[in-house]
């Protein structure tokens, strides 16, 4: 079951539309060049949870591409309109998704396109759905990961802001074939890197790496993620770990990263707002850390990830 809402000014909480009907005009820009920015959040009994993170980044994308797309309290009428509307039609819809994750689970995506060519108005739509199962079983048993290069160095988001390096854009289809690329070679996921060897993000993830331990075996409780001046997309769900993290006595640390950074680690996940914290078994073949470590920071950190859920 699919709840779409389109943003409308003559609704302005939102107009529902047919997810099995036709919605959207094939000359809008979103579908002829991927330009639109989107975001996915997840809902739990109904309530979208880091909703203002999701929104000010939805901003910030959509500032970075110069596109003009409604404002933060026409998507919350809409959200509302759209999680309601998924709660009254699709009860039976959640009964599998609920038994294999969290209970009440739902993904809601803000799509916003630049519109049909020559109408200088963006399109934009609230769409809810369920969560695939398989995210859960990526929590629960772990990813092997590959190494891919992204194809250019860590400095080039600030040479070259029209790449749009920073921003969460509807052009996947990169992102889509690394992941289809890793599944070929009997991969789960890919984590990319630069021309200049450092560690970047994941096709649909940040990543995230700890320490137990110094150099000289002291102990330490120690998160590291990459630095956003890569060019990398800004994690939510990785932004209110680490605050979590922090509460909870772990130093904090952020990039540079490096391949060998990873494999020298206790353990490594990739994160996101659907799949929350996935533990990394392995990258390239090469074991991280040990399956125990593995386990009890996995859970350690999905408990301090939870609070903020």
Same mark, same amino acid.
Request: with cysteine.
């Given at each position: ?26 000359t809008d820009q ?34 970075i591409m110069d ?9 919350? +009428? ?31 995506? =803000? ?6 060519? +020559? ?29 891919l290069d992204r ?118 996940? =990739? ?33 301090? =990830?939870?609070?903020?859920?």
């Amino acid at each position: 079951m699919t709840v779409l809402v389109f943003l409308d000014p003559a609704h302005p909480a939102g107009r529902l539309a047919d997810a099995a009907s036709p919605a959207i005009l094939a000359t809008d820009q979103g579908v002829t060049r991927g330009d639109g920015v989107f975001e996915s959040m997840l809902a739990i009994n109904g309530v979208p949870r880091k909703i203002q993170a999701h929104l000010d980044r939805l901003a910030v994308s959509a500032q970075i591409m110069d596109l003009a797309i409604p404002a933060a309290d026409l998507w919350q +009428g809409a959200i509302t309109t759209a999680l309601t509307a998924y709660a009254d039609t699709s009860p039976q819809a959640s009964d599998a998704v609920a038994s294999a994750l969290a209970e009440d689970q739902c993904v809601v995506r =803000l799509i916003a396109t630049r519109g049909p060519e +020559g109408a200088n108005a963006p399109t934009a739509w609230v769409q809810v759905s369920a969560v695939s199962p398989a995210l859960a079983e990526q929590r629960a048993k772990g990813l092997d990961v590959l190494l891919l290069d992204r194809g250019y160095d860590s400095d080039l988001a600030a040479r070259a802001p029209w790449l749009l390096m920073g921003a969460k854009t509807l052009s996947y289809a990169v992102n889509m074939a690394a992941l289809r690329h890793a599944h070929k070679l009997g991969a789960d996921d890919v984590i990319f890197t630069s021309g200049d060897s450092l560690v970047l993000e994941g096709p649909t993830s940040s990543v995230l790496l700890a320490h137990i331990s110094d150099d000289s075996g002291v102990p330490v409780k120690r998160l590291i993620t990459p630095h956003l001046d890569t060019g990398i997309l800004p994690g939510t769900t990785q932004g209110a770990l680490f605050a979590a993290a922090k509460a909870a006595g772990w130093e904090l640390g952020y990039g540079p990263v490096t391949p060998a950074d990873l494999l020298d680690a206790d353990a490594v996940w =990739l994160i996101s707002s659907m799949r929350l914290l996935a533990p990394v078994n392995t990258i390239d073949g090469a074991e991280i850390g040990t399956r125990d470590i593995r386990e009890r920071l996995s859970a350690e950190l999905s408990a301090l =990830l939870a609070q903020t859920l």
